[in-house]
């Protein structure tokens, strides 16, 4: 499954129940883009038992499905994905996201795939212009920085609206940890960064719906992930069972 069998990229959403975002998502990878930068579309689903396949299927080049009986979780998600990609270089984005300049995005990652230095690709987010509030800015502002800060001290960290991976080093660092519910993109940047430098791409911005800290709020919302983040440096697991989703 790790072995490259294209030059090209492959983008890869894991979904669950999206049908409200999906469309809004997928609708940025028109042929024009795709054909231009050698992209596949994959959607990952979860188990959705709303449209979210239905709403898909016009988009898409490939969908893998899960049908056990477990809660797949998204790190699980991502990897099945993975296994049926064909890319150089795996783009995993959530299904509440969309790029500013997908033109401008993709001509960067074709760049960061012909770069040897490099195992990951990590940039700014940032939530929906017609969405955004005050809060939002100073929070990613913050954010986008700490996660910068992360990567230039050597510890590694991606966020997981958007994580860039060249397949060869997604493979060698053992993909996302499926027994982690949260936290998994922290965690395989670290593993990542042991093998190659973090790029970090401040000029390139993806964006998120911001329904998490609408229901939540900023406080709860940062309390999970720093303890997340804790348990898995300290006990190389994360402290939550589940990870909300919120539709």
């Known amino acids: 499954m790790g072995e490259r069998t294209s030059?090209?990229?492959?983008?890869?959403?894991?979904?669950?129940?999206?049908?409200?975002l999906?469309?809004?998502?997928?609708?940025q990878f028109g042929d024009k883009?795709?054909?231009?930068?050698?992209?596949?579309?994959?959607?990952?689903?979860?188990?959705s038992?709303?449209?979210?396949?239905?709403?898909?299927?016009m988009y898409v080049d490939k969908i893998v499905?899960?049908?056990?009986?477990?809660?797949?979780?998204?790190?699980?998600?991502?990897?099945?994905?993975?296994?049926i990609s064909k890319g150089n270089v795996l783009v995993f984005f959530n299904a509440d996201t969309e790029l500013d300049d997908p033109e401008l995005f993709f001509e960067k990652i074709r760049v960061f795939g012909n770069n040897n230095t490099y195992s990951g690709l990590t940039c700014n987010i940032e939530v929906f212009k017609n969405e955004e509030?005050?809060?939002?800015?100073?929070?990613?502002?913050?954010?986008?920085?700490y996660v910068k800060f992360l990567n230039k001290i050597g510890l590694g960290m991606g966020r997981g609206e958007c994580h860039v991976i060249k397949r060869e080093y997604f493979y060698k660092a053992g993909k996302y940890n499926e027994d982690m519910f949260a936290g998994e993109?922290?965690?395989?940047?670290?593993?990542?960064?042991?093998?190659?430098?973090?790029k970090v791409e401040e000029n390139l911005i993806?964006?998120?719906?911001?329904?998490?800290?609408?229901?939540?709020?900023?406080?709860k919302v940062i309390y999970q992930w720093l303890k997340n983040s804790i348990w898995i440096m300290v006990f190389k697991k994360s402290s939550s069972n589940e990870w909300e989703p919120v539709r």
């Open 185 to 198: 993109d922290f965690d395989l940047f670290k593993r990542l960064r042991k093998l190659g430098k973090i």
């Open 206 to 219: 993806v964006r998120e719906s911001p329904r998490r800290y609408r229901k939540f709020g900023y406080i």
């Open 33 to 47: 883009l795709k054909n231009r930068f050698d992209i596949e579309l994959i959607v990952s689903d979860g188990g």
């Open 7 to 20: 030059n090209g990229i492959s983008v890869i959403i894991p979904t669950l129940n999206e049908e409200k």
């Open 133 to 145: 509030k005050l809060s939002d800015k100073i929070f990613h502002l913050f954010y986008n920085k």
């Open 49 to 57: 038992s709303d449209k979210t396949l239905d709403m898909a299927q």
């Open 65 to 83: 499905k899960h049908t056990g009986e477990w809660k797949q979780n998204i790190a699980e998600g991502r990897n099945k994905g993975a296994e």
């Open 22 to 27: 999906i469309t809004r998502v997928l609708q």
